[in-house]
């Protein structure tokens, strides 16, 4: 009797460890872009018909499924998305553009803090055009990102990442692409996330689980001190 509490106590206890250090899951859909532009809506105006595609890693194609012959290389910078970089990115490349734009939006079922990001790269051909293009990159209101992208670096992985408090409901994340010369520069993105924060304290429920399990341990204790 004594033995068979003291194995419960112990299975709760491995229970509550397990929430912790559960593998995150990524709100967004197709966050990483492997499955093309599926689950993101392309917004805004382009007067020059290159719209936002997938382009493949390491590929010297042409578009619409390369960055005009110059192999891009996949992220190297540390990110949170539990998404693999995989093979693909969103490619946004038009010349003539106005918040031409990559939408999604994100349930969110459970209030919490959340972490959220995403990775960017400027390829050379277009960073040395004379035209400039300038990007935003906004998630659940707060913008991770805004910039003129030849004030930047060219062919370098950035990451941008924050951290936000959200009530239950539904979000956007987006990204806005904006350009006014021929030719002008192009941004690639990919490993978009919203991921709970993973330093997460024990559910309530879990908890009361818990305070249940130490319950038993106590009441095992003081049977075995009885007898
Ligand atoms: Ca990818
Ligand atoms: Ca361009």
Redesign the pocket.
Known sequence: MTRKLLIASVGLLGLAAGTASATPVNLVSNGSFENGLAGWTIGGTDSQGYPPVAIFYNSASAYPTGAFGEAVPPNNAATLSPDPVGQRAAYF???FTVNQSLTQQINIATAGTYQIGFSAYAPLN?FN?AGD?RFTGEIASLVLANYSVKAGAAQTWQTYAGSVNLAAGVYTAQFVFN?NLF????VVIDQVYVIRDPVQVPEPATLALLGVGLMGVGLARRKTRAA
Do not use: C, F, L, R
């Open positions: 490349v038009s010349d277009g055009n293009a350009t030719p002008s520069a192009d």
